[in-house]
């Protein structure tokens, strides 16, 4: 797999899981970027992926459909904190290399990521030509839902909102 491949991959498995869950408003606070790999930081590198959503109202049942559809992939998972109501789900292979779903992210919001596996090349150069492609205007994959940095602090507070919202109208 190629680079540029591996990026598609992570971003593409990151949104295909999302469908599987009952929740709109997914964003990502950033761009799916290159870094170094660990094994290999001089000569490979790996991209990265993450999403961002309102918390469900069902975190355990949403970690179970992500856990059963991530093992249909042919993945390795492995769930914790399933006795505190909100699970993280962790899965190995398939598609990627590895990839996680955190019930309890920051500002009561579910996060969902994964890493491609490494590829030869420079994250820097990759990173930059994607900054290029970026300045002349075109759009890379995952960059259709990105919230500039400026603005994370406003989509918090719509989670916080929309969370707020569902604990008072719940039955």
């Not at 759009?139 to 919230?147: A, R, T």
Request: glycine share 10%.
């Amino acid at each position: 797999m190629t680079a540029r491949e591996g990026r598609d991959a992570v971003v593409g498995f990151v949104k295909d899981s999302s469908t599987k869950l009952d929740i709109t408003g997914w964003w990502s606070r950033g761009t799916a970027y290159a870094a170094p790999c660990e094994n290999d930081p001089d000569n490979s590198s790996q991209y990265t992926y993450d999403y961002w959503a309102p918390r469900g109202q069902d975190p355990v049942g949403d970690a179970q459909r992500i856990a059963k559809y991530w093992e249909s992939l042919g993945m390795k998972v492995r769930t914790t904190g399933k006795e505190s109501k909100t699970p993280t789900v962790y899965g190995t292979g398939g598609p990627v290399l590895r990839a996680d779903f955190d019930t309890q992210a920051a500002e009561e919001s579910y996060r969902m990521g994964a890493i491609a596996p490494c590829s030869p090349g420079d994250y820097s150069v990759f990173n930059k030509e994607d900054d290029d492609a970026r300045n002349r205007g075109e759009v890379l994959p995952g960059d259709d839902v990105m919230v500039p940095e400026s603005k994370i602090g406003e989509k918090f507070d719509e989670h916080l909102r929309l969370a707020k919202k569902k604990t008072t109208t719940a039955p």
